[in-house]
């Protein structure tokens, strides 16, 4: 094995011994603070699981977004919905993901970070598949601007991606929803609609935070889109744009809204 070779090996293998550590800890300190160590643990296992994708084989899927792709509330990382769907697809083909979802993000975020390093990423081979869920926490923080600037990472994002709704009971989320919807018809996107998440979004760095059964219940409801033919990107599609509700049972009592 040649240096090069090695790099990237020896780079993961520290992310999972860091996360390794993150956990330990995260599981003897008391509160916000287990939980913000279980999401560091989780990032750098993501990490870790990207350079493996990097240099693997298999057609690859991006995730973009918030700290629920990297698993918030999830008992292990595999048991976020990125986890889960991607096992899911794994079962079909040699599937591959890199996550790019990171803990605090916002649309703008996504604008300034997460798209440039998807065309980074993809300068020399586009992505099979790219997804993003994100906006519960500038609904939490009542982000201004954020009608233009959710327009325009829409429209960024590549045809035939899927983006889901935002799952929040709330009037600022049910319109940009309708945003959500007007700009994928437009763009030729797909969106999955993951329904409302009971009660108020938290204000702090995470918005919603579900446990193991509502990211399966997300995770289902992403695979379903996928299973949908990428709509062409004319100003009215003449089938309409999928849309794949998740309807869980559990889901609104295992969905839990942050403090």
Partial sequence: MTTRQRAPRMRATLRRVKAGGERFLGGVLPGATARRLHMR????????????????????????????????????REAGYVGVAHELLRRRDAWRVVNLSQSGTGVADVLARQLPALVALTDSR?????????????VARRTPGLDTALRSMLVALPPGAIVATIPLRDRVADALNGVIRE??????????????????????????RLND??????????????????????????????????????????AVVEQ
């Fill in 41 to 76: 643990a989780f990032a750098d296992e993501w990490a870790a699981s990207n350079i493996d994708a990097r240099h693997a084989d298999g057609p690859l899927w991006v995730a973009l977004g918030d700290s629920t792709g990297l698993g918030l509330g999830a008992t292990t």
């Fill in 126 to 138: 586009p992505a099979a598949l790219v997804s993003c869920i994100v906006g519960t926490q500038d």
């Fill in 183 to 208: 700009e994928a018809a437009r763009h030729g996107l797909r969106v999955v609609e993951l329904g409302a998440v009971r009660g108020a979004p938290g204000r702090g760095r995470d918005g919603v």
């Fill in 213 to 254: 059964v509502g990211h399966a219940a997300w995770a289902a409801a992403f695979v379903a889109t996928v299973d949908n033919p990428a709509p062409n990107n004319e100003e009215t599609p003449p089938d309409g744009i999928p849309t794949v509700p998740a309807h869980p049972g559990e889901n609104e009592r295992a």
